[in-house]
Nanobody, 124 residues
C-alpha cells in the first residue's frame, strides 16, 4: 500500500512557474512508475506527465510539452513537477499517482494509488 501527498500548489499569474511535489510512503516507491494528472473545473481528469522507475523514461501530454518537467528522487521517495510559463488553461487540481507502467498512465486513469490533489490557479 502506498500513500501519496501532494504539495506546492497555489495561485499565480500567467507566465509564472510552480513546482509541485509528491511525497510517497508506505510501499516500495522505486518499484512504481509515477505520474501527474489534473482535473479542471467541469472537466474530466487527464494525464499530464509520467516517469518510469529509474527516472530515465518520461512522457508528457501535448499541452504541457516544453513547459513542464517531471522528475523523481527515489532515495527521498518524492516526485516533482516543474511547471514553467503557466497559462490560465493549466488551472486545475493536480494529482499524483503511482502504478506499474508509466506508458499506461498516458492512456488509462485506473491507477493503483492516488493522492488527494493540490490546486493550481493561474490568472491572466
Amino acid at each position: 500500500q502506498a500513500q501519496l501527498v501532494e504539495s506546492g500548489g497555489g495561485a499565480v499569474q500567467a507566465g509564472d512557474s510552480l513546482r509541485l511535489s509528491c511525497a510517497a510512503s508506505g510501499s516500495s516507491f522505486s518499484s512504481y512508475a509515477m505520474g501527474w494528472f489534473r482535473q479542471a473545473p467541469g472537466k474530466e481528469r487527464e494525464f499530464v506527465a509520467a516517469i518510469g522507475w529509474f527516472g530515465t523514461t518520461t512522457y508528457y501530454a501535448d499541452p504541457v510539452k516544453g513547459r513542464f518537467t517531471i522528475s523523481r528522487d527515489n532515495p527521498a521517495n518524492k516526485i516533482y513537477l516543474q511547471m514553467n510559463n503557466l497559462k490560465p488553461e493549466d488551472t486545475a487540481v493536480y494529482y499524483c499517482a503511482a502504478d506499474l507502467s508509466a506508458q499506461r498512465m498516458t492512456r488509462d486513469l485506473n491507477m493503483a494509488f492516488w493522492g488527494e490533489g493540490t490546486l493550481v490557479t493561474v490568472s491572466s
